[in-house]
C-alpha cells in the first residue's frame, strides 16, 4: 500500500496540486457528514481532522463519521497529545517551530509517544510554522505564543529550513482558523526556493483567486476549513 507521504511527494515532483479540507470536531455536525461530504469539492485529496481544543471523544466520532461516508484518507491534526484515534489514516506530527514555548516544541510530542510507538497511523513529521492573520488565532491562545510577522519574510523561510534540517518531512505555513489575512505569496514564494521538502499551506483561504494564488507561488498542498463551514462553502 503507498504511503500518504509517498503520494505528497510523488504529487509534488509532477507538480500537481492538493487540497485539503479541514474539519474541526467542535464546530462539525457528525449526523451531517454525508451531506458535507457530497457539497465538498470533488478535487479534495485529503480530510484533515483537529482543532486546537476538540476533545478525544470529538476528534474520534468526527473520524468515524467521515470514514463511514468517503474513501478520502484522513490525516490528524492535532491541537494536543490527546486528539489522536487509530480511526485516521496519517498524523501530522507537528512541532510549532514559529513559537519557543517547548510544551509545542516536544512536550505534546512526547505526551503523544505511548498513543503513537504501536500505532498504525502514518507519522508525518512536520514544521508548524504559525503567521500572522491579522487576529489572534486558537493556536496563538493555546500554545501562548505568537505568530511570526509577515513582515519576517526571510526570518520565516530561515524557520522553515531549520526543521527541514531538523528532520522533518513537511513545512506547513498556516495564518490560523479564520484570519482575516491569508499567508502572503512572497512568504510562501520564498519558503518554496528554501526547503526542499512538500509545502502545506492553510488560514484565512476563502476564494477561487486566493486558493490559486497560494498554488502559483508554490504551495503544493492547500487546506480549506472555515470556507466550508456550516452553509459558507465556496466554489473551487
Given at each position: 500500500?503507498?504511503?500518504?507521504?509517498?503520494?505528497?511527494?510523488?504529487?509534488?515532483?509532477?507538480g500537481?496540486?492538493?487540497?485539503?479540507?479541514?474539519?474541526?470536531?467542535?464546530?462539525?455536525?457528525?449526523?451531517?457528514?454525508?451531506?458535507?461530504?457530497k457539497?465538498?469539492?470533488?478535487n479534495?485529496?485529503?480530510l484533515?481532522?483537529?482543532?486546537?481544543?476538540?476533545?478525544?471523544?470529538q476528534t474520534?466520532?468526527?473520524?468515524?463519521?467521515?470514514?463511514?461516508?468517503?474513501?478520502?484518507?484522513?490525516?490528524?491534526?492535532?491541537?494536543?497529545?490527546?486528539?489522536?484515534?487509530?480511526?485516521?489514516?496519517?498524523?501530522?506530527?507537528?512541532?510549532?517551530?514559529?513559537?519557543?514555548?517547548?510544551?509545542y516544541?516536544?512536550?505534546?510530542?512526547?505526551k503523544?509517544?505511548?498513543?503513537l510507538?504501536?500505532?498504525?497511523?502514518?507519522?508525518?513529521p512536520?514544521?508548524?510554522?504559525?503567521?500572522?492573520?491579522?487576529?489572534?488565532?486558537?493556536?496563538?491562545?493555546?500554545?501562548?505564543?505568537?505568530?511570526?510577522?509577515?513582515?519576517e519574510?526571510?526570518?520565516?523561510?530561515?524557520?522553515?529550513?531549520?526543521?527541514e534540517?531538523s528532520?522533518?518531512?513537511?513545512?506547513?505555513?498556516?495564518?490560523?482558523?479564520?484570519?482575516?489575512i491569508p499567508?502572503?505569496?512572497?512568504?510562501?514564494?520564498?519558503?518554496?526556493?528554501?526547503?526542499?521538502?512538500?509545502?502545506?499551506?492553510?488560514?484565512?483561504?476563502?476564494?477561487?483567486?486566493?486558493?490559486?494564488e497560494?498554488?502559483?507561488?508554490?504551495?503544493?498542498i492547500?487546506?480549506?476549513?472555515?470556507?466550508?463551514?456550516?452553509?459558507?462553502?465556496v466554489?473551487?
Open positions: 500500500m503507498t504511503s500518504i507521504y509517498s503520494e505528497i511527494l510523488a504529487s509534488a515532483s509532477r500537481e496540486k492538493l487540497l485539503c479540507i479541514l474539519i474541526d470536531p467542535e464546530n462539525f455536525d457528525n449526523n451531517k457528514a454525508e451531506a458535507f461530504l457539497r465538498m469539492p470533488q479534495a485529496s485529503y484533515l481532522v483537529g482543532g486546537s481544543t476538540a476533545t478525544a471523544q474520534e466520532q468526527t473520524v468515524e463519521a467521515l470514514k463511514q461516508h468517503s474513501e478520502l484518507p484522513v490525516i490528524l491534526f492535532p491541537g494536543s497529545h490527546e486528539q489522536i484515534t487509530e480511526e485516521a489514516d496519517a498524523i501530522l506530527f507537528l512541532s510549532l517551530l514559529s513559537g519557543r514555548n517547548p510544551e516544541l516536544i512536550g505534546q510530542q512526547i503523544s509517544v505511548p498513543r510507538q504501536f500505532s498504525s497511523l502514518e507519522i508525518l512536520t514544521a508548524y510554522i504559525l503567521i500572522d492573520g491579522g487576529k489572534e488565532s486558537a493556536v496563538q491562545r493555546v500554545s501562548k505564543t505568537q505568530p511570526m510577522s509577515r513582515c519574510v526571510n526570518l520565516i523561510s530561515e524557520t522553515a529550513l531549520a526543521g534540517f528532520g522533518k518531512n513537511l513545512v506547513y505555513l498556516e495564518a490560523g482558523s479564520g484570519a482575516k499567508v502572503g505569496a512572497a512568504i510562501i514564494s520564498e519558503v518554496k526556493k528554501t526547503v526542499t521538502i512538500p509545502l502545506i499551506v492553510g488560514g484565512g483561504i476563502r476564494s477561487k483567486e486566493q486558493l490559486q497560494a498554488y502559483d507561488a508554490g504551495a503544493d492547500v487546506v480549506i476549513g472555515t470556507a466550508f463551514e456550516g452553509n459558507n462553502f466554489q473551487l
